[in-house]
């Protein structure tokens, strides 16, 4: 099952960037470069994420100072770019096309959601991959505090830190990397929320498209968390 999570995110990001690629050739039209830059945005803390999950815990068996200090810095940085992924719903829009498009309405609609959809699974792996770090580190190697109350929390708290992420980078126009500057990264939130409405509207977004995720990481990693214990038990 892992397996077939694994295969089904990459295909569905190399799908994603095919159909991107190929939209000029194929219909003489112009490369939407931005395009490309989220998708590679939002695979980018997939690669982070792999790093943590081999390399930290060898690390650990040798120098358990060298792996913690390791992991927090990748964590942190890992836990920044996550937002990228998730953004890629907000971009479930046609704003890339032009007047008298050359290309069928059908190729974009595909396309943009294809877009939107690896962006889903992207985030929903690395999730899954974190709460599965989470599990090895405090638990050790096994499969059944998957389903503890803790790392569900885990996966809780990233899902509404993802969320308000994708809030930033939408309404209020911050990357990852504005976190360099963080007076003027203050300063622009407290601005923004302080603004008639602003409130209201910020938490109603991080709550829906947290519980989106959240039951997309239901349907989607819970079989595959399921299929693991169920493996630990009967080899058990």
């Not at 000029?24 to 830059?37: E, I």
């Not at 190697?141 to 803790?150: E, F, K, T």
Request: proline share 5%; net charge positive.
């Amino acid at each position: 099952m892992l397996t077939s999570l694994l295969i089904g995110v990459a295909g569905m990001n190399a799908f994603a960037l095919a159909l991107i690629l190929l939209r000029g050739p194929m219909f003489r039209a112009r490369l939407y470069t931005p395009m490309l830059w989220n998708v590679m945005l939002s695979v980018a803390p997939v690669l982070l994420m792999g790093v943590l999950v081999f390399v930290v815990p060898v690390l650990a068996l040798a120098q358990v100072w060298l792996a913690l200090t390791v992991g927090v810095i990748l964590g942190v940085v890992w836990l920044l770019l996550l937002p990228n992924a998730g953004y890629l719903i907000t971009e479930l829009n046609m704003s890339h096309r032009r007047e008298q498009e050359s290309v069928p309405m059908w190729f974009d609609v595909v396309q943009v959601i294809t877009l939107a959809m690896s962006g889903v699974l992207n985030t929903v792996l690395n999730v899954f991959l974190a709460q599965l770090l989470f599990v090895l580190l405090v638990y050790g190697d096994v499969a059944a505090p998957l389903q503890a109350a803790a790392p569900r929390l885990i996966v809780v708290a990233i899902l509404l830190a993802v969320s308000f992420g994708m809030y930033l980078g939408r309404y209020v126009r911050l990357n990852s990397w504005d976190v360099r500057h963080p007076p003027s990264l203050v300063r622009k939130v407290a601005t923004h929320l302080r603004e008639p409405g602003r409130l209201r509207s910020s938490a109603a977004f991080v709550v829906l498209y947290t519980l989106f995720l959240g039951l997309m990481y239901l349907a989607v990693a819970g079989p595959v968390i399921e299929g693991l214990v169920l493996l630990e038990l009967a080899r058990g």
